[in-house]
């Protein structure tokens, strides 16, 4: 084995700081994402507005990392930014629309007396428009962005796996933030969402065998299947986990549990797709930047990253414990 250049161990160091960026955005932003698009199943006013103030102190800086991370792959890979957006224009702009109408909506149902209603539906079909157009990305991108039938279904597919993955994280969320029947309510969900994802995930799978150029790259490759059955693994003992202590009423657990099984998840997809950053069209390599740009830009994530890890920590600590309905 050849030893790895200055150029190619910077780039190969910003892929995974992207891909670590990508999975707090996916964490982080998903829960109450989910969240949102659980609004959308309550029709009682006094159900979603402990669902929102479980949120409200996080959702917009949550954000902050999916502006991170496209700051980071313009100036990282540009050639891959350009042919990503290029390729990508129609769900990527759907997915701008729709945290448009989140941060909207989530304020002018602040101020609103007599459309607050309608503004927690702006919420619940932004959060929705915004999820689907991620799982419509993350479909296309598995697939090379290639044509055809077997794609469609594969990007079809990751959608509704995206979608509720988000749903299983904002459920287990409000087990966590939420008392009586809205967390009655969100068990329940937390169920069924966690058993159409592990559903999604299994066709997806599936499906990579066959529309997907990784399964005959990275998949064959020594040493790479094994660390994949290994993360399935983890990944299934998580999902046991989520179902047991939902049945065990445990309230912080779940959402413990859905993070190391996303978490395993991400790791899955990143391992698959390494050293690409679109499978079997742009590899890492050929789509990075210059080693000094790639140099500077360690400098200045070195200064931010740390800022924005500590900033969300303190506001997890500060507004930790549950949402108490407002009559009480």
Known sequence: MNPLSAQDMLSQAWFALIGLMLALYVVTDGFDLGVGILTLFRSAASDREPMIQSIGHVWDANETWLVALAGALFGAFPRAYATLLSELYIPVMA?????????AAIEFRHAATTSKTVWERVF?????????SQGVILGKVITGLLPGALSLGFVVTSAIGVVSGYALLGATWLVKKTVGRVQTRARHDAIIAVIITILAAVLLSIGTLVASPV????????????????LSVIAALAFCSILYSLRAKHDYQPFVASIVMFLASFAGLALSVFPDIVPGRLSIAETASSGPTLVFMMIGIGFAFPIMVGYNLYQYYSFRGKVVPIEH
């Open 124 to 132: 619940g079909v932004g959060s929705l428009l915004a999820a689907t």
């Open 215 to 230: 399964a005959d790259g990275r998949w064959s490759q020594p040493g790479v299947f094994h660390l994949l059955v290994t």
């Open 95 to 103: 997915m701008l629309a729709g945290l448009i109408m989140r941060g």
